[in-house]
């Protein structure tokens, strides 16, 4: 299956009819962080696919639009923050939103905050694998892992306890934004163990095995 994952900078041809020329065959899309809800909602209802996404630390709790509307999220997506879900696919995911704390503004937390988050995640992944022999597909963030695309200033270093969570449970990707990317020699795409580590700035187009639904599974 197919995943556009989208992250920090409005991309023009993602907001324009191309989209569905371009992508048409795209399954699913995941946002990890600081795009506006209507441009999130423009891909959502161009391509008619499911939408999980994060915020950023740069995100707004309310966006308004035409006619005073007020959004509080993007109109059909659904929010990954601290939750792990299986998607009608198959697909496992589970993601968590914002930065490290550098200021008072929201979606910030301290690295303690982020391993309490990361480790109740545990019992799920646990359960994850006795009920469908693995713990995760996918997991999507605004800040990078810690020593893997981050940087030194604080507001742009990365997450320790994103880091063990690859260690341990070996998603399939562990997709993050955050990170803004100007030079074409810039490590974007790493590999830990049997990890996909993909920073997204802009966009990214990527596949991943279809999970097989196993009989029990199947909708009647």
Not at 80 to 99: K, Y
Not at 160 to 187: E, M, S
Request: charged fraction near 20%; glycine fraction near 8%.
């Amino acid at each position: 299956m197919k995943l556009l994952a989208v992250s920090d900078v409005e991309i023009g041809f993602l907001y324009s009819p191309m989209i569905r020329d371009r992508y048409q065959d795209v399954d699913l899309i995941l946002s990890c962080g600081d795009l506006p809800y209507y441009y999130i909602e423009y891909m959502v209802s161009m391509l008619n696919v499911p939408c999980y996404f994060v915020r950023g630390n740069h995100a707004s709790d309310r966006e308004f639009g035409a006619g005073g509307i007020i959004r509080r999220f993007p109109w059909g997506a659904v929010d990954l923050h601290h939750r792990c879900v299986e998607d009608d696919t198959g697909l496992l995911m589970a993601g968590l939103e914002g930065s490290l704390r550098y200021n008072r503004g929201t979606h910030q937390y301290t690295q303690s905050e982020y391993w309490s988050m990361v480790l109740s995640f545990v019992p799920r992944f646990l359960y994850n694998k006795a009920r469908l022999g693995r713990y995760l597909d996918v997991f999507i963030s605004h800040a990078p892992p810690w020593q893997i695309h981050d940087a030194d200033d604080l507001p742009h270093r990365g997450i320790k306890a994103f880091r063990w969570l690859i260690n341990v449970f070996q998603p399939t990707y562990f997709l993050h934004g955050h990170i803004h990317v100007y030079r074409q020699d810039t490590v974007t795409r790493s590999m830990i163990g049997k990890t996909i580590v993909q920073n997204v700035f802009g966009y990214k187009v990527l596949t991943i095995p279809t999970p097989e639904i196993r009989s029990w599974q199947r909708r009647r």
